[in-house]
């Protein structure tokens, strides 16, 4: 079964435009746990627009406590920044299951790319050898079609995320067939390296299925945007099962 973590960053947003405590971060990842989410994510951002440091240390104690996966994902690059420590030192006081190393810009409204590592791969080593050295395992977001996997393979990471928001959108127009099909061939290539395969990136009810019947042992799926969403109408425990069993392949 591939596994479910729920990215709570969108609880954050609604909690941050009021101010205060709810809806509460901490609150909505526990329900995700009591409905069966095999791990909880968050990408904390230098600008604090959703996710903010205390979050990082209560879900990293709430997962502890649940047993389950803890992923945290940013870029490695982006530097402390006011009442931001930054990722590493992030990682370093929490230590959790997972990193996921997304190459995001301080503006980027959300992630749009992966890492190039024939540019990058060099700059990550040292932070994907600390990471490792802390016992965290490590994930790079890549696109489909990138060349970059004996770089990756190199660089000895364990998993890569697919970057599936191209996927998402040709889904959307209703022609994902060659968007699906970089992908299975991305990961395939990956696999048959040794390295995992995670996903992420606007995957939702409506195009999980047809993503995973199409890659084949995708390891982990993030879901955030689209999952907080459909839980407005649905409710999350109502949701969380629709998710669970498109992840059983039911
Ligand atoms: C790497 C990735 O695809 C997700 O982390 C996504 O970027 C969520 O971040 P936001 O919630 O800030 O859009
Ligand atoms: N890694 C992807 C993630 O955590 C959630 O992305 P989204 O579902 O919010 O687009």
Redesign the pocket.
Known sequence: MTAL?V?V??IAVLRNSRGGDEPSVLRAAACAIDAGAHGI?V?PRPDQRHIRPDDVDALADLCRQRDVEY?I?GNPFAPARGEYPGLMELIRRTRPAQA?L?PDGDGQI??DHGFDLAADAGRLAPYVAQLKQWGVRVSV?MDAGTTDLAAAKALGIDRI?LYT?PYAEAFAAGDAAEALAHCRHTAQQAQALGIGV?A?????QANLATFLAGVPDVLEV??????IGEALYDGLDATMRNYLAICRGA
């Not at 992420?200 to 939702?204: A, E």
């Not at 993030?222 to 999952?227: C, D, F, N, Q, R």
């Open positions: 973590s990215n960053n969108k994510t990408h992923n994902e996921t997304v959300t992630s977001f995320e928001g995670n992420g990136h606007d995957l939702s993030s879901i955030g945007h689209a999952l």
